[in-house]
């Protein structure tokens, strides 16, 4: 599959949290590794990179800000001129400047991964979807907590018109 150059990665909510024994038994074990593979492309290609982080405001949660549990994974950490949206919603776009960001860098269409399928992901590609972008997801790049909710996700991304495609369409 080819992409435009301004097509930008997206990964979402992949912080140290996802190994909270909560999440535990997630149904894609290979989501480290998948991402890490698109991730290693893009920047060799030098396409744009948009890493999303869950800032959590529940003193209890394991994504609060303060918290190990709000690093990225090693395998997905930001590099130099790679962009952090910090959210506070399960929408990256909602309450932060991500739209415009995109905007002003004439950045689409956006490819994303990340953590937890039917939750932020999907929230974020139908937050994007709803602003007018072009949207991939990564079936192999996104995990959640059972086959079931991941597999339902997807299909109703696609009912929304994102495309699914794999990490090795892309990377």
């Known amino acids: 599959?080819?992409?435009?150059?301004?097509?930008?990665?997206?990964?979402?909510?992949?912080?140290?949290?996802?190994?909270?024994p909560k999440y535990a038994g997630r149904n894609n074990p290979e989501l480290l590794r998948n991402l890490g593979r698109v991730l290693?492309?893009?920047?060799?290609?030098g396409r744009p990179v948009y890493l999303v982080a869950d800032d959590s405001p529940d003193p209890e949660s394991p994504w609060r800000p303060g918290q190990p549990g709000n690093e990225f994974k090693p395998e997905v950490a930001p590099i130099a001129g790679e962009i952090v949206i910090r959210k506070t919603a399960g929408d990256a776009f909602?309450?932060?400047?991500?739209?415009?960001?995109?905007r002003r860098a004439g950045h689409g269409p956006l490819v994303v991964g990340g953590f937890q399928t039917?939750?932020?992901?999907?929230?974020?590609?139908?937050?994007?979807l709803?602003?007018?972008?072009?949207?991939?997801?990564?079936?192999?790049?996104?995990?959640t907590l059972t086959e079931e909710a991941h597999e339902r996700a997807l299909a109703e991304l696609t009912d929304a018109s994102a495309k699914i495609i794999t990490a090795s369409e892309v990377g």
Do not use: P
């Open 130 to 143: 709803d602003r007018g972008f072009e949207v991939y997801v990564l079936a192999d790049g996104t995990s």
């Open 94 to 102: 909602e309450g932060t400047d991500f739209e415009a960001r995109l």
């Open 40 to 45: 290693d492309r893009w920047r060799r290609l």
């Open 1 to 20: 599959m080819t992409l435009s150059d301004q097509a930008a990665l997206v990964i979402v909510d992949v912080q140290q949290a996802i190994d909270d």
């Open 118 to 128: 039917d939750q932020c992901v999907a929230a974020t590609v139908r937050g994007a």
